[in-house]
């Protein structure tokens, strides 16, 4: 049974709610259960920024949940804020281009990668959470790649259109990194 | 609903009961004018031929039974919201007629930012404002309009200016706002301010009916009872004193509306 | 229709729509906003009525006006607002006009914050305005169950000449969940308004639509009407869902979000062997107070959640009137209570009945 509690928390810019959209469209597009809630305080004006997607076989109950199993970090007060919250066995993806810790944990695997360098070498640093989505995605397995680059490409605003391609490259990146 | 009168051949029936007024005693005090302001609109839906089309807004304040006296369908706002529930009602009855009826209390104190809200959204309704610088149904207490020294049940010593605020002048207030095409004061105090004051509430009913934007006909009026005074002396009163601190005239008139053709 | 990821506020909004909603009303606040900004633009394309107000003062009184004429219309806003509408809600009670009114909860008491919270229960169920009335009042627990009940609620209020709100909180109307929207319902035609409404007298008698009864007798009549159709909106309209509670020894209580909440805590108590069940009121007035009697008859213990200082606790109390302890866990000021928390109380009430 697939049912992954998934938190992804970074700056307000660097596209955390999206990412957990994109996660959400694909949980759907695979046919599973999904929730995404926001944090929606004063703190997304340009604070960090984070939500909660839970993407489930089964009917989902608590949408709001205290350990997650899965946490994406952009950022150093979210690395500092979610990986001691994170569930044993569960998974760590962290963007160590602005996270300048260790994880401390054994219990957890921790993938650590320069998120926000790739994206930067790929044209634009704030593709970031998608490298770092493409980690996710490829080390639980909750999703395919395929399908994420998919609801990317039919979700992506018209504004964003030219980051399509180097948003896939990004995927596929952060994808190999965690393999 | 008027009375079968057999008119002779060789005569013409020159007065009547206006057909959008029932036949009822109005509860009003002897010497208020009220029944006089409710007769012009009357008139003025009889002569537009508007009364199945026409839906007012009854406040709350003395004019609050004012749908027992008129003969079209009618809604009782809440105390200072008639225009806000009127705004509703026209959104979705766009082809019909509506009108609010207001006092001092209702419109210039508890109802301001409705009231210039509606105005300054332009809409297509008519607002006949009863000003008479006291609050009637509850019994005389001071009102936004009220005059400086002017005694009431909660100014006992008279209106302080300083403590209580200044006589608030709604028609130059609504006059500002660009969505408002016809705001104008009248007296209904003597035969010729009378006249001269039906005509204007036709032409704010007019206004509404061509679309041209909201319209506002403020009535300075009397109230012999909690004035003190009796209903000659109080005709003479406000003549005086209102009108030094609420002077007559239209303040504002967009072109369209002047362009205006009577239509009889 | 397929189903789709969508965020509560926006979902209630365009359902609405689809609903046959022919006039909106409201003023922006947060957590609601996203419904008002969906309508500004889709009530407007769809050639309906869409107006943001100067206040809530003001949207409630266009709703009340617009309802008034035999229309669909709505106003949705979070508890602050809520607590400037309490004057339209009553008249419009008053009046037997039909309305609905969408909370989105938020912390208070004051200016509050703006994280999900359940403490307007008191306010919407009994609380809505002066004079004796109840608003029917839907509690949804997910987005899909939001939409529903805004179909619903047009429907009660049509059918009753009511006022029906619905309860949501501030993590319903944020949320994003897959969820199917209803086919588009067409707009009742004119001529189809009911013969109360107040569209011009035009060929019959005028149409009076008030509050205002003077004489002691003749409101007291009019709220005999009242309450009798109160009555019987409490016999027909109570609605509840339950889990696993046929064999339950444990009966949690929640609704809304912490209603969601705690079919996660059955699931966990379940798996520890603890016979646990939920029931999830869906109408709060009128409240399962039958249902909660007969379970109460055969439960050890009863437990309360909320997001708020146990106000539905007050109503689980007078239902369950002493056939078992009735203990409650709360929190407030926007806190959502977690799993684990619930799991524990719910614990101590196992340690305590047993």
Redo the contacts between chains.
Sequence with gaps: MKHEETIISGFGGQGALFAG?LL??SG?AEAM??????S??PEMRGGTANCTVIVSDE????????YPTCAVVLNLPSMQKYEPLVKPGGVLIVNESLVDIQSARDDIRVITLPASDIATALGNPRMANLVALGALAQATGLVALETVAAQLEAHLSERQRKWLEPNKAALQKGAELAR | MSVAVNIPENMDLIYKYPDALTEVSTHYCPGCVHGIVHRMVGEVIDELGIRGQTIGVAPVGCAVLAYKYFDVDFVEAAHGRALAMATGIKRVNPDKVVFTYQGDGDLAAIGTAETVHAANRGEFLTTIFINNAIYGMTGGQMAPTTLPGMVTTSSPTGRDCAVAGYPIQMSEILAQTAGAAYVTREMALDMPSIVKTKKAIKRAFQCQIAGLGFACVEVLATCPTNWNQDPWASLEWAKESMTEHFPLGTFKMTDAVKALKWRD | MAKELLKGNVAFAEAALRNGLEAYFGYPITPQSEALEHLSGRMIEEGRVFLQAESEVAAINMVYGAASSGVRTMTSTSGPGLALMAEGLSYIAGSEVPAVVVNIMRGGPGLGNIQPSQADYFFMTKTAGHGDFHPIVLAPSSVQEIIDMVGLAFDLADKYRTLVLIAGDGSIGQMMESAELPPMQPLRPEPDRPDWAIVGAEGRAPNLITSLYLGAQNLEAVNLRLQAKLQEIRENEVRYQEYEVEDAELLLVAYGTVGRICTTVVREARKAGKKVGLLRPQTLWPFPDARLAELGARVRGVLVAEMSAGQMLEDVERAIARQAPVRFHGRMGGVVPMVDEILADLDKLDEETR
Excluded at chain 1, 59 to 66: D, Q, S, T, W, Y
């Design positions: 959209q959400a469209y759907m259960h999904v929730t995404w809630i926001p929606y305080g009917e989902i109950g608590a949408p709001i949940i205290r």
